[in-house]
């Protein structure tokens, strides 16, 4: 599948937007979620899709056994054109 189109699934521009937008180093899938407003099925899908394009990773947290995820260097690049394209708009 072109990967262009894989960008297209429901909410994964929001997902790459969102994280880049508020910076932290992770964030629990339950906050993304509540913030792009996805269903259970559309957030899981598109998050485990970015994690194989390498676009989002999993961040362990030696302070907390709840899982969060972040950019990666590939996706911290994607989400400045995100950002430039959605000024333009």
């Not at 909410?11 to 994280?19: A, D, E, K």
């Not at 970015?50 to 056994?65: A, R």
Request: hydrophobic share 30%.
């Amino acid at each position: 599948m072109d990967k262009l189109k894989q960008l297209e699934q429901t909410g994964m521009l929001r997902i790459i937007y969102y994280l880049k937008k508020i910076e932290k180093n992770g964030v629990r899938p339950s906050e993304i979620q509540r913030n792009v407003k996805l269903s259970n099925d559309s957030y899981y899908t598109s998050r485990n899709k970015l994690i194989d394009m390498q676009i989002t990773q999993k961040i362990d947290d030696k302070y907390s056994s709840m899982s969060k995820y972040g950019l990666t260097k590939k996706g911290k690049k994607i989400a400045e054109y995100i950002e430039k394209i959605r000024d333009l708009l």
